[in-house]
């Protein structure tokens, strides 16, 4: 988890002293040390402070690029970095097809909207992370992109049959599948169209062992979603959801922060085996199917033992800071119902205007201790990518930069408005402002107003979408120019800055189709 990442070199220093313990009490083999790291905005392996690993492109990130060559790259480069660090295990790729606009926990962690497409993308990072010697474990099997349900807070239920799961939700998992992906990760939905109940399909022998091992034909690891999620817990406790997942054919069940729970899930499937509830046959071959995964990837004892190489870790992050900053540049995309995308002037005042921080979901959003005090209230209406995206602005325009934090609940004041009226360049951005975060737009709309009656008019304003596209995709015809970072993170708005400017040419396509205008369906090409 990203709590536990400072540096490399320390990453290194804990995954050693886990692995001397495991030796120690008498493994046969060195451990699975598995991450959370997708690259994008869930990068439990990249921190804004320290030397820990780069920050690489997220899956729709990458997707714009239209390059699975590109995907590939940064796969193998992030492979690279995770084991000098000696974690061999990375829960990426997403396979979900992201398919609901509305959907607050997939999003931009999906490569699209396109089966075919996402398919390519899947296969491609789980070939190159293979490669490198990480297991992937695609994931949210059978697919988490068709909801607007958050699985962290509660049971998302997808209302699709058996007929209509096949055509799009799993053709990723299949693929992968095919070409005997190490592991797959088990998400918390239900799908009572296909199972005939409510029970999530991580905990769920109809899908577990039915449709991935049965139908799929997959023999590799299967490893649940964290069970600590409120879509398990609420109902059945992180430590009934591991017995239950066990039961239904997974052979790991994931618990991912609280130790008492870790405990009383070991104790409970240990009276589950003892009481014939879960068959200790099965948990056996399960084990085998462990043990094969950490003979391909795990190394010998020498391996993970080894003293730590400071050096190519330090070559590496060069290396990877460029291909890292080509791939960001080449992913900003022009958001197609806006008007032509002309640079903006670097000579003179500029005003940017960045949303009020808001929690988007647990996988994403900083800790929220950082975002609000003990009272509820924000702590940093800004946010470090936003204030990183400021300075990157105020370095081009070549003159003093305002900075504006806007909110649902405030107007545009006479000192903004006569601000932005003699300002050479405005820039505003959105993130998430799709339905529940609209107030965004409703407020780009009342900015465009005054850039309108302005000298210059609206050709010296830019929307930037900075995290789903969905949000200007369904603001219809655009007076201004807009564009598309995917994402948050520090390098992609520096790449944006960039594009804002004329640095760089716009190259990059929106990797969805549809999106809702107006209650209308309004297609892309």
Known sequence: MKRNVQSIAQVYRLVGQLQQLAKDAGHARPLMIGIDQENGLVSAFSVTTGDAGTQFPGAM??????????????ALA??????????????????????????????VRSFGDDPTAVSRYVQAV???????????????????????VDSHLSLPRILVDKAALKATGLAPFEAVVHDAVASVMTGHMALPLVTGDDMPCSLSRTITTGLLRGELGYDGVIVTDCLEMEAVAEKYGSEGGAVLSLQAGADVAMICHTFSRHVGAIEQTYAAVQDGRLSLEALQISGSRIAAMKDKFS????????????????????????????AYAASISHIPNSHPFARLAADGPAVLLTPRM????????????QLHDVAGRLRNTVGPSYLAFAAAISQRAGAPIEHIVYAPDEGITDALRENLRAATSVIFATRNGYEKGAWQVDFLRRVIEVVRTSDGGTRKMVAVSTCAPYDLLAAGDLEVSAIATYEFTVPALEAAAAAIYGEADITGKIPVSSVAVRGQASNME
């Open 299 to 326: 190394g010998g004892w020498d391996d993970v033992l080894a003293p730590f190489d400071a050096s190519l870790a330090a070559r590496l992050k060069v290396e990877h800071k460029q291909l890292s900053s080509r």
């Open 61 to 74: 990130t990458l997707a714009a690029i239209g390059s699975p060559e590109i995907a590939s790259k940064v």
């Open 78 to 107: 992030t492979a690279k970095e995770l084991r000098v660090a000696g974690i061999n295990w990375a829960y990426s790729p997403v396979g979900d097809i992201n398919t609901d606009p509305r959907n607050p926990v997939i999003g």
């Open 126 to 148: 789980s070939a190159a992370l293979t490669s490198r010697m990480v297991a992937p474990s695609v994931k949210h099997f059978p697919g988490h992109g068709n909801t607007h």
């Open 358 to 369: 808001e929690n988007i979901n647990p996988a994403v959003d900083a800790p929220e201790e």
